[in-house]
């Protein structure tokens, strides 16, 4: 399974956007991209996929290079709502979710 | 369908006994799996059932643990003479064969604490 490199914590402020970038150098042809995230005492809940180039959804996009070695989830103008840990995650579409560590957000008023 | 429920929510026990916890997943979905969550990191994957069998266990499920899923419904996690290292968020979640990665609903976890 490839294994996934995200930075640990970010912080931001109310309006921005936030940009939250993942490594992933060993993605194989049949992998996927996945964004979870997770609120303090919930479980995680899906965000966003994609395979290759851009993908867009009402919460978020996920941008991904022709090389696939790395991912970037774009959340616009967060709020203070959307303090969370996002996770990245790599994988075929039959395999289970492995979780890394994923990047603790705040966003702060 | 109200989503995927846990059941208790919080826990304590004292060192050496044994708890049992219940998901009741959404009802369609065939695939259960459970995780666990310590503080500061992400989930880790436990097992997981496609209906009643369980298909795989992670090394992480020592032979203290157990899960079923009798019926290919709710399904129990079981931990026999508990530790202070197990303390930790159990989180189940379910999903439909075929759905995908984005395709996984999660509960809201049971908190265990072993004192």
């Known amino acids: 399974l490839a294994k996934t490199t995200q930075p640990i914590s970010m912080d931001s402020y109310e309006g921005q956007e936030v940009n939250i970038t993942c490594s992933h150098n060993n993605i194989a042809t049949n992998d996927y991209i996945t964004w979870y995230q997770q609120f303090p005492s919930q479980g995680p809940r899906f965000i966003i996929q994609g395979y290759k180039t851009k993908v867009t959804n009402e919460v978020a996009s996920l941008f991904i290079p022709a090389d696939r070695k790395s991912s970037t989830l774009s959340l616009p103008r967060v709020s203070l709502s959307d303090t969370a840990v996002y996770y990245c995650l790599v994988g075929d579409e039959g395999g289970k979710l492995i979780f890394g560590q994923g990047t603790e957000l705040s966003v702060k008023p | 369908d109200t989503g995927v429920s846990q059941d208790p929510r919080h826990k304590i026990t004292k060192r050496g006994q044994n708890v049992t916890f219940r998901c009741d997943p959404i009802?369609?979905?065939?695939?259960l799996y459970w995780y666990r969550q310590t503080l500061g990191q992400g989930p880790e994957f436990l097992t997981y059932f496609q209906n009643e069998a369980q298909l795989e266990k992670s090394r992480l499920l020592s032979d203290r643990f157990s899960a079923e899923r009798p019926k290919g419904s709710f399904s129990t996690l079981e931990i026999q003479r508990t530790e202070q290292g197990d303390s930790a968020m159990y989180l189940c979640a379910s999903s439909l064969l075929g759905a995908g990665r984005y395709g996984y609903t999660f509960g809201s976890g049971t908190r265990l604490t072993v004192v």
């Open positions: 009802s369609e979905h065939n695939r």
